[in-house]
């Protein structure tokens, strides 16, 4: 009788390409979405549900990439969900640097590839989708509703903290649900209609920087909010998840669980 080999574990080139897949999915989607969507309804009183449409395209899209390649990397896709990851013990932090950079790659591709497009646009409106600041993070000017920095800081770190309590919470090695996929795109969906409003997204410092890199000196001079804040919520959760909910005997920071549900 043949007994078949446990399948190996995936090669960390495997994950990166994956990680790298599934941030080019959600930012070339859901900034699409911003871009695109809010160019079609311009009139002010379509505002609300254009949010709506641009939040549920990133959550799909959350949704299309873990369901696609959460059990080959991890299903991260953020470098918030990376660095939450590795506090926690679930990612070896030697391996959550390749990590932000596979997904600040993808993303990155994802909004050259946004620009590609929008140069067989109709007359001048990239360089109007450019001048408004290419669906970037930001405040004051770029918040679409005019917050202010405190706003953004306070909902970075807030709307970071619990995206990755969620996907820590439905991801665990022992506890994981079959519905995390759902559950992490339906909390992706949630983070984005509250903070787009206020500051355009949050808890993705890869598309922060795919967007800003496009959008101008302004949305540059603000990177920095969308790059120190979601870091620091999402250490801070992944640390504290650590200790509140798996003891002293946590994960000894090996490769990343692949998704298993119970």
């Known amino acids: 009788m043949t007994v078949n080999p446990p399948p190996s574990a995936p ?14 999915m959600i930012v070339f989607i859901g900034v699409g979405a911003a871009l695109f969507t809010a160019t079609l309804f311009p009139d002010p009183g379509a505002g609300s549900a254009v949010y709506v449409a641009v939040a549920l395209a990133f959550g799909f899209a959350m949704t299309a990439a873990f369901g696609s390649f959460g059990a080959l990397s991890g299903g991260h ?17 030697r391996d959550a640097l390749p990590y932000v950079l596979a997904q600040v790659v993808g ?12 140069l067989f646009g109709p007359d001048a409106w ?52 079959r519905s995390a996929g759902v559950t992490i795109g339906l909390a992706f969906t949630a983070v984005q209609l509250v903070a787009i409003p206020i500051a355009g997204g949050a808890a993705n410092p890869a598309r922060s920087i795919a967007t800003a890199i496009y959008g101008g000196i302004d949305p540059l001079a603000q990177l920095w909010v969308f ?16 200790a509140l909910f798996d003891g002293a005997a946590g994960s000894d920071g090996g490769e990343p669980p692949a998704f298993s549900p119970r």
């Open 77 to 93: 896709f953020t470098p918030a969900v990376t660095i939450g990851a590795a506090a926690a013990g679930r990612l070896s932090w």
């Open 227 to 242: 790059l120190v804040f979601p870091a620091l919520g999402a250490a801070a959760i992944g640390i504290a998840y650590r």
């Open 11 to 24: 090669s960390l080139s495997a994950r990166l390409t994956a990680e790298g897949f599934g941030s080019f």
């Open 126 to 177: 990239l360089e109007g989708a450019q001048d408004s600041g290419f669906a970037s993070t930001g405040w004051g000017s770029l918040s679409p509703g005019g917050f202010g920095m405190p706003a953004a800081i306070v909902i970075e770190l807030i709307l970071t903290v619990l995206l990755v309590l969620v996907f820590l919470s439905v991801t665990h090695p022992e506890r994981a649900t």
């Open 107 to 118: 993303a990155v591709v994802a909004s050259t590839a946004l620009i590609v497009v929008g």
